[in-house]
């Protein structure tokens, strides 16, 4: 079943006055001073020309799109067509005024500006013309003109004209209610809804109108006071479950998530069979006091009387999933399964059940089913060719492994996927082919010629050639040398090998180049901490980096280091405590451990250095700190 709040394929403002088309829509009025105005039509330019409109170019959230029906649109040749949608600007009520060579001029020069992007201008002469003509096309071409601009002001001057010349337009009125409920004008706007909303209790789309209410009201910034709208009018629908809906959804954009699922409850109850509806109820459920535990409830009892509802049954797996019960998550997926064999979805997320539950051979038959459907079947394969290489790679099958990476062949995900291969050669003994294969590779873009160095760079570190690595990073940072991934990356190179003046120089260079890099404030600052000196300088280049990032539990480690190289081993040890509880690393405990014992708590020092050598053994960093300390644990 067809979920209420279901997405609607956006419609398209056609724009009724291209350039032949604006003298087209004219053609009803009084003409002087001209023959014709088909004799002007010969080298004028063509109608097939776009017009700089709304639906050239759709305006942000911000902006409203208005409600324009294809029978709204285009005049001209479609004259007649538009004035049977809207009798309200049908030819013989529309105002006699006289088409002269300079209205002809000025809506000529309007559409041409409009075409060069200079919409502002066009929109001011069709506004000004509209007012002098009284034609109510003019004022809605304004509008048209102005939404294009993304100038919601105009837009709402415009439009404002256009109802008041056409009054019985409904598609004036819709579209001066979205602009006044665009910029937080709900009581002008509230008439005009009212309106609305009676016509369509009398012709059934009043479930409709509420949808398209929500999604207007959800635009503005002000959510709470859509709300407050929106559930006083959905008071006179109580029997509307797309009423209850919309209510619920405007409440859980503006955090009120128990109301949500209260109102979600209400429109289930009016439609108890409708899966569109109990998928969002669950939605918001899971977001209220009762959380997932009391979504699964409510998608549970859905299934006991609908057991084929695949959309129903997915949630509830991924549900399922999200509590930690993945084999009961794994088990409805398969069930799932049964009712549609050739469900992408289902496929991925059942691989991922399984590698979660460490079934990696389960995990790589499900994705082999999945790259194996029919072509007829859309779906992405690059995600599980990536997946399975990962499984291969957990398994120690590097050459498999590589050879899935190989299947990528597009996007942003083949790059990810060459640069993962080069990784897997290295330490499959091809270093040097793996660095052949970065170096011949083509990279588009800066970003990904970075990534390519950063790469290459990376593997020759961790093949303990460190003087390489910093060469490489010198040379790229001579072709892009504002770069800030490389200037951070040449700068730890440095370090590596003992350039410290390098090292600074380049960590100084990023803070000019990038000054809210909270990692390169914190490099410089750990860097001088750590070699005991300038600490006034190294605490406050990480205190500007705590600013940038107040949770980094590097940065925090970094603050309390060098603390304690001042001696304030109590704030030293607050700050190493929190760094801990974020990141327990062996790093960050060989830190506090030290602080801890030159306070004299050494037992409480032992038992966290033990703890941090039992996850992490060959960390270079608490071995040196043990061995300094002359510690045996």
Known sequence: MKPLNAPRAPRQAPGIFRPLAALAALATLTVTGCASVDGLRTGLPSDKAPAATEAAAPAPASAPAPPVSQADGNAGPRARRVAQANPAEDPADLPAAELTPQIIFQLLASEIAAQRGQAGSATATYLSLAQKTRDPRLARRATELALSERSLERALQAAQLWRELAPGSSLAAQTLETLWLSTGRFGDARPLIVQRLERARADGSIGEVYEQLQRNLMRGADRAAALALLDDLAQADPQVPQARLAVANLAHAADQHDRAALEAGKALALRPDDEGIVVATARFVQASSAGTAGA????????????????????????????????????????????????????????????????????????????????????????????????????????????????????????????????????????????????????????????????????????????????????????????????????????????????????????????????????????????????????????????????????????????????????????????????????????????????????????????????EPDNQILKETLARLNVAL
Request: hydrophobic share 45%; charged share 30%; aromatic share 6%.
């Open 296 to 615: 699964i409830r409510v998608l549970q009892a859905y299934l006991t009387r609908f057991p084929k509802a695949l959309e129903a049954r997915f949630q509830y797996a991924r549900l399922l999933a999200s509590d930690g019960r993945t084999a009961d998550a794994r088990r409805e997926m398969e069930l799932a399964l049964r009712e549609d064999p050739d469900s992408p979805a289902i496929l991925f997320s059942l691989a991922q059940l399984a590698y979660q539950n460490k079934q990696s051979a389960a995990a790589a038959d499900y994705l082999k089913r999945y790259i194996g459907l029919s072509d007829s079947v859309p779906r992405d394969n690059n995600p599980a060719y990536l997946f399975l290489s990962q499984i291969a790679e957990d398994q120690n099958q590097l050459p498999q492994a590589i050879e899935w990476l190989e299947k990528v062949n597009r996007g942003e995900q083949a790059m990810q996927a060459l640069l993962r291969k080069a990784v897997l050669m290295a330490r499959n003994g091809q270093l040097e082919p793996a660095r052949e294969m970065l170096r011949n590779t083509t990279a588009p873009t800066n970003r990904e010629r970075v990534q390519l160095i950063a790469v290459e760079a990376q593997l020759l570190r961790d093949a303990k050639r460190a003087p390489e690595a910093f060469d490489v990073l010198d040379k790229a940072l001579e072709r892009l040398p504002n770069n800030p991934e490389l200037l951070y990356d040449h700068a730890m190179a440095a370090e590596r090998i003992d350039r410290l003046t390098v090292m600074e120089s380049s960590l100084r260079k990023l803070i000019q180049v990038k000054p809210d890099h909270a990692h390169a404030y914190n490099a410089l600052g750990y860097s001088l901490a750590e070699r005991n000196l300038r600490l006034d300088e190294a605490q406050t280049l990480i205190e500007r980096a705590l600013q940038l990032m107040p949770d980094d539990a590097h940065i925090l480690d970094s603050m309390g280091w060098v603390l304690y190289r001042r001696g304030q081993h109590e704030k030293a040890a607050e700050f190493l405590r929190r760094a801990y509880a974020l990141r327990p690393e062996a790093e960050i405990a060989a830190h506090l451990g030290e602080v801890l014992w030159a306070m004299g708590r050494t037992e409480e020092a032992r038992k966290l250095w033990a703890d941090a050598r039992g996850r």
